[in-house]
């Protein structure tokens, strides 16, 4: 399967984001989607996560509460909203997929090309 995210905008502090991680070839109902962002020298972080069919959603401490993770299957696609936008949000973020409930990146593969999100104080 090859992933593919965009969305990528320039928001003001405070404001709303929608990024979506379109999937071209076959999830199945037990593979988990990721999301996660990477500023430059730093390591990857963990986002969110979700299973294909929509359960086991987990947040990172960082974005619970105003990020939310669904997916939709029917359109093949994973989408990250953002509410209350912060300039520490500001970076690449990534989709991947996982075989099991984790959230290390070293367990995700098909990593698609990140998209940027950048948030002006």
């Known amino acids: 399967v090859q992933l593919q995210a965009f969305g990528r905008g320039l928001v003001q502090a405070g404001g709303f984001l929608r990024i979506s991680c379109a999937a071209s070839?076959?999830?199945?109902?037990?593979?988990?989607m990721g999301w996660f962002r990477q500023a430059p020298g730093k390591e990857r972080e963990f986002v969110a996560r979700?299973?294909?069919?929509?359960?086991?959603?987990y947040y990172a401490d960082s974005v619970k509460g105003r990020f939310t993770i669904s997916a939709d299957n029917a359109k093949n696609t994973v989408y990250l909203d953002m509410n209350s936008l912060k300039s520490e949000d500001t970076t690449l973020y990534y989709c991947?997929?996982?075989?099991?409930?984790?959230?290390?990146?070293?367990?995700?593969?098909?990593w698609g090309q990140g998209t940027l999100v950048t948030v002006s104080s």
């Open positions: 991947a997929v996982a075989s099991f409930n984790t959230i290390r990146p070293n367990a995700y593969g098909n």
């Open positions: 070839g076959r999830i199945f109902d037990r593979d988990v």
């Open positions: 979700i299973r294909w069919i929509g359960d086991w959603i």
